[in-house]
């Protein structure tokens, strides 16, 4: 196991994908925030927080379930549970900071923008995640990273946060190998 970030490099850069999110979107006009279930709303929620730190504005967040979009549903492998989205608010004509922990394939990210163009028409939609581990199989990017980390596709990208873990870090672990 190689610990990629603890808890201070998270939050910086959490404060630095906060920054770019704003930026990118000149100011928090119309701006809402989506992270998809789990980890990603751990990522959203504390987008919020920085944010707010930032530039003085709670924004809204919602919580995006993206089990019943997922490309292998019907597979037989799928172990995803069902447990719903939560957005009580409009995402038509709004600037959407989507959020998740890691990217990888991109099917995760596929299966979210599916789900909100389900729930209305954004004006636009951008990508921001805590690790890249490259090893794309559909052409989506993040907008905004915390940290690039190179990868095999034998190793294995784990994010543990306090509110569901115990405890903060990154970690890449080899294959067959567990925390």
């Known amino acids: ?39 990603g709303v751990i990522v959203a929620r504390r987008l919020q927080e920085a944010i707010a730190k930032q530039e003085g504005v709670l924004l809204p967040v919602g919580i995006l379930d993206i089990a019943l979009q997922r490309d292998d549903l019907l597979s037989g492998t799928c172990r995803a549970v069902f447990k719903g989205s939560e957005i009580d608010f409009d995402v038509n004509g709004k600037n959407v900071i989507l959020c998740d922990d890691v990217m990888y394939t991109g ?3 596929r299966a979210a923008i599916s789900a909100l163009n389900g729930m209305g028409r954004a004006k636009n939609i951008r990508l921001y995640t805590l690790v890249d581990r490259g090893h794309r199989e559909l052409p989506f990017r993040a907008d905004g990273t915390g940290k690039n980390v190179p990868t095999s596709s034998r190793e294995k990208i784990v994010v543990h946060f306090k509110e569901t873990d115990g405890k903060e870090g990154v970690y890449l672990l080899k294959e067959n190998e567990t925390l």
């Open 1 to 39: 196991m190689i610990t990629i970030m603890e808890k201070e490099g998270i939050d910086r850069a959490i404060a630095r994908i906060a920054s770019e999110a704003v930026e990118h979107n000149d100011g928090v006009q119309d701006l809402v925030i989506i992270g998809i279930r789990t980890r």
């Open 107 to 109: 099917r995760t990210i």
